[in-house]
């Protein structure tokens, strides 16, 4: 996977995950066209395009678009299967995981992906996993706060 | 007293409660300005809470930069807290083109060697996110020792960052490869996935590495038996598939060590064939393993019954009322239309209904795909769908359409009359779309098939008194009547109703043409000429050609002028040789490649010039050799002006004067660039009775996968030759050996000097801008001595 970028249907970015190096001005660039050419698409076509000289696989999720970019010889329906195992992740660690609960905890949104995806690519199929290693890391976070005390509890 | 920094939560909150871009942009500058501070104040405490804070800001679209160096102190921190916002920070704020981001490699080592699974965990992925090459160089030996590490949390992190530091740098291959062998042999799937990803990314660098691992294939095999058999876990199964991530990868790794290779091919055939038959398929998750089976049944040499079965599969997949599952059959299916073509002809009706797609995506493939299995025996059949679908199709398919339509006629047309029956659907239903040739296709179709003279003439003139907005059909029409108005006139057809068309109308129709402000400049070229034409085919006076003529003389167009000055003057002043000028055409032989020839006839058809030179002077010279064939030899006559659009009239035919001798032994084509499939070619001619002239023939050809477009070739030669670039035949080269371009330049070297020639091409090929400027070198001698 090149990137990955979920935004709103207005056009808000809420997450981008950028696989390859590419600068500033020439990822705001391709946000700016990719978000514009998928928000253009009908409720009714299919999730692949082309664009530019990659596959695009996008899916709806109530008010969020997931879109990834994949390379010619990456199958488009597995990519399919990664996006959906993305939002079951964050589902189940929000708990019924809305738009909402990515914009004010964009932060541990990237963390979960960070454990379900490593350089572009799947690196643990099991979704028990991926939450116990995030959980671990909370835990960590916390009991490491905890030593220093005097610090509210929100920790961000 | 200090004033507590907002939080993370009530600064989001803070600016969504922004009611304007404006309000928003001032909550975020205050806010930025104390984070600013709180930097430059150095507050351990908060700083991974302001780094957030940045971050959001810099989703936003608003400047972080300014956090670059807080993420390295937050990494350099010992509390995770710290190390996880600051690890973030730098996957979103440093790249490899701020030297900054080389300074994290020493907290990585350190991180990476700590122990700590979590912080390990952080350093691996940051790694593998943005890790140049220089770091990647500096931090392999940390990898490749986490890689044997008891934990596999640790492990399948660095086995995938191991992946990512052979992209940045493939000399790295040597050190990872070792412990491949190893690693297969874990049950974990994390860390088999991580492996296989692992081999495959050797596998596709290195052949060597793929002659190495072929001997894995029955492991490979092995595996992914057991996983398939093995029944259903919870823990990674999708929709009763088990674990269709770590299957897929597996299927595309036996995909890359088959390919070309029977033996491995053989070992995995029952395995295909089984995980072909038995996967379930009523969800997405056992589809996207199908497919991957698909696809590597038929890249392997795999036996002919599961070539079969996977092409059926596909069949299978087009009839699904998943669009997607449509989507990527139709691509696949597009891909073996060549190497399979009987077993995806089997599919032919399905694929055809999917023109009817409504999504535009699919309906474009299935056209594709449609066009591809056009053959002599179901051309009648498939044109009509075809046929169906230009009529309705979406405006961005009509020129793709049209042209496709045109060039399966071309190849398959049953006979000369439903050919232009065909062609003339097509420039009637999408006048507007198709491609600069296939007026002169149809003209030299038509000129080619004499017995249907009467009949063409008769079909255009009626399409032409229908509608004179179409420009192709118009100029087809107008060469037409121009050529055959005798038999136009002569009344009788026995394959269509008899029309009586009297000599006025057919006058007053070339008129309206000419008038009509819906023509294009090169319409009212070929309308012209066509009056001029008639005035030795009809039996009455000529009182209104010559009118019509002299009228266009002061017209503001100078092609228009120049002709009709010229048509004038054919009446005043040679009115005796005007007979012999404008009989009809010669066909024009098809010596050479179909293109080369279309790209002459579209060459004198075309308007503009790319090069820098006044476009009437071809004109004068033409008008020049003219007069001096009327002056000299007699055995030319039969040759029209070379005014005329028509084909045939290139000067090249005109030089060539029986009395000549034969032709110099002919200068080997020279090939002058490549670049990513696309292709220019020289060809060069010396005409023997005009030793100075130099014609150069330069073909653009197009291999790869992408279509190339807007193609401009521009020429320049030292300043003691001269260089006339003629229109080329289109922009266009479609992908996989499409209709080339070609275009003619004309050298004058009357001083017999050394010929350079510096050559400019612009073109966008994938979606990118091309340009390149190149010297053209081994120009053979015969072009100028």
Redesign the interface.
């Known amino acids: 996977m090149q990137f990955m970028l979920l935004f709103s249907r207005q056009g808000?970015?809420?997450?981008?995950?950028?696989?390859v190096?590419?600068?500033d001005k020439e990822k705001?660039k391709i946000t700016r066209e990719l978000v514009q050419t998928v928000l253009a698409r009908k409720p009714?076509?299919?999730?692949?395009?082309?664009w530019?000289?990659l596959k695009i696989v996008y899916k709806r999720y109530a008010s969020l678009y997931f879109c990834c970019a994949i390379e010619d010889?990456d199958?488009?329906?597995?990519t399919?299967?990664?996006i959906h195992?993305y939002v079951e992740l964050l589902d189940k660690y929000f708990g019924s995981v809305c738009e909402l609960d990515i914009?004010?905890n964009?932060?541990k949104a990237?963390?979960i992906l960070?454990?379900f995806l490593?350089?572009g690519?799947?690196?643990?199929?099991?979704?028990?996993?991926v939450l116990k290693?995030i959980e671990?890391?909370d835990l960590?976070?916390e009991s490491?706060?905890e030593e220093w005390g005097g610090?509210s509890e929100?920790?961000? | 007293m200090v004033v507590p920094s907002l939080k993370l939560q009530d600064l989001i909150e803070e600016i969504r409660g922004a009611k304007t871009q404006a309000q928003e942009r001032e909550v975020i500058q205050k806010e930025c300005a104390h984070i600013r501070a709180s930097f430059r104040d150095g507050d351990p405490v908060h700083r991974h809470r302001q780094l957030a804070k940045l971050l959001y800001v810099h989703m936003l679209g608003y400047p972080a930069h300014f956090g670059q160096m807080e993420c390295l102190k937050l990494i350099a921190s010992s509390r995770f807290t710290d190390k996880r916002v600051g690890y973030l920070g730098a996957m979103l704020l440093l790249d490899e083109r701020h030297d900054a981001h080389l300074l994290i490699t020493n907290s990585i080592k350190n991180d990476l060697s700590q122990g700590i699974q979590p912080v390990q965990g952080l350093a691996l992925c940051t790694l593998s996110t943005m890790g140049s090459a220089e770091m990647c160089r500096d931090l392999a030996p940390e990898v490749e020792k986490l890689l044997l590490q008891p934990s596999p949390y640790v492990r399948k992190k660095a086995i995938l960052t191991a992946v990512h530091m052979i992209r940045k740098v493939p000399e790295l291959s040597s050190v990872f490869l070792p412990p491949c062998a190893q690693l297969l042999h874990e049950r974990h799937h994390g860390i088999l996935l991580g492996t296989i990803t692992l081999i495959t990314e050797l596998c596709e660098r290195s052949p060597a590495a793929l002659r190495h691992f072929r001997k894995v294939v029955p492991q490979l095999v092995h595996i992914l038996r057991t996983l398939v058999t093995m029944g259903y876990s919870t823990e990674h199964s999708i929709s009763g598939v088990s674990d269709p991530f770590l299957q897929v990868q597996i299927l595309r790794l036996l995909r890359i060590l088959g390919r070309n290779h029977e033996e491995s091919s053989e070992t995995m055939n029952d395995l295909l064939a089984q995980v072909a038959t038995n996967t379930d398929t009523s969800r997405n998750a056992g589809n996207a393993v199908l497919f991957e089976t698909v696809l590597t049944i038929m890249d392997i040499r795999s036996a002919a019954g599961l070539r079969v079965l996977a092409v059926n599969i596909l069949g299978r997949f087009l009839l699904n009322s998943d669009r997607n599952i449509r989507y990527v059959a139709l691509t696949s299916l597009l891909r073996l239309v060549q190497s399979d073509h009987s077993a995806v002809q089997r599919h032919r009706p399905t694929v055809v209904e999917c023109l009817r797609e409504t999504d535009a995506s699919l309906s474009r493939r299935a056209l594709e795909l449609s066009l591809a299995l056009v053959n002599s025996s179901n051309v009648r059949a498939m044109m009509q769908e075809l046929q169906a679908f230009l009529e309705s199709c979406p405006p961005d398919l009509r020129a793709d359409c049209a042209s496709g339509i045109l060039l399966a006629a071309e190849r398959f047309a049953p006979t000369k009359r439903w050919h232009i029956d065909t062609i003339l659907h097509v420039l009637t239903t999408a006048g507007t779309h198709v491609r600069d040739d296939a007026v002169a296709n149809l003209t030299q179709l038509i000129g080619g098939a004499q017995e249907l003279h009467a009949y063409s003439v008769r079909r255009l003139y009626n399409a032409l008194a229908e509608d004179i907005s179409q420009q192709p059909l118009v100029q087809v029409a107008a060469w037409c009547i121009g050529e055959y108005g005798d038999l136009l006139l002569a009344g009788n057809c026995e394959e269509i109703e008899p029309l009586q068309v009297d000599e006025e109308e057919v006058l007053a129709l070339l008129e309206k043409v000419l008038q009509s402000h819906m023509s294009l400049p090169a319409t009212r070229g070929y309308a012209l000429t066509a009056l001029m034409k008639l005035s030795t085919r009809l039996c009455g006076d000529n009182n209104r050609i010559r009118q019509v003529v002299s009228i266009y003389g002061s017209c503001l167009d100078v092609e228009l002028q120049q002709r009709a000055v010229e048509y004038d003057t054919l009446f005043r002043k040679y009115d005796h040789m005007r007979a012999a000028i404008l009989e009809k055409m010669p066909l024009v032989e098809r010596d050479g490649p179909q293109a080369d020839e279309e790209a002459k006839e579209s060459k004198e058809a075309a308007q503009l010039s790319e090069a820098a030179p006044v476009p009437t002077e071809p004109q004068a010279s033409q008008l020049l050799d003219l007069l001096d064939l009327l002056d000299g030899a007699s055995g030319d006559v039969q040759h029209p002006p070379p005014l005329d659009p028509s084909p045939g009239g290139a000067l090249i035919h005109l030089l060539d004067l029986p009395c000549v001798p034969p032709p110099p032994a002919p200068i080997p084509d020279l090939k002058v660039f490549e670049r990513e499939g696309v292709q220019l070619n020289l060809s060069f001619i010396r005409p023997p009775e005009n030793p100075a002239l130099l014609l150069i023939t330069v073909t653009a050809t197009n291999f790869s996968e992408g279509d190339v477009t807007h193609f401009i070739c521009q020429a320049a030669v030292p300043k003691s030759l001269q260089l006339q670039l003629q229109a080329p035949s289109g922009n266009t080269v479609p992908a996989r050996g499409g209709l080339p371009i070609t275009q003619l330049f004309r050298i004058l070297n009357p001083n017999k000097a050394p010929l350079r020639l510096k050559l400019r091409l612009t073109y966008d090929h994938f979606h990118q801008s091309v340009q390149e400027i190149f010297e053209v070198n081994n120009l053979p001698v015969e072009s100028w001595q």
């Open positions: 808000k970015l809420r997450l981008q995950k950028w696989y190096p590419l600068s705001k009714k076509m299919c999730s692949f395009l082309e530019r000289d010889q199958n488009e329906l597995i399919l299967e990664i195992r914009i004010f964009f932060e990237y963390f960070d454990e490593l350089g690519e799947v690196q643990e199929t099991s979704k028990k996993n290693a671990q890391a960590l976070q490491q706060n610090l929100d920790i961000l």
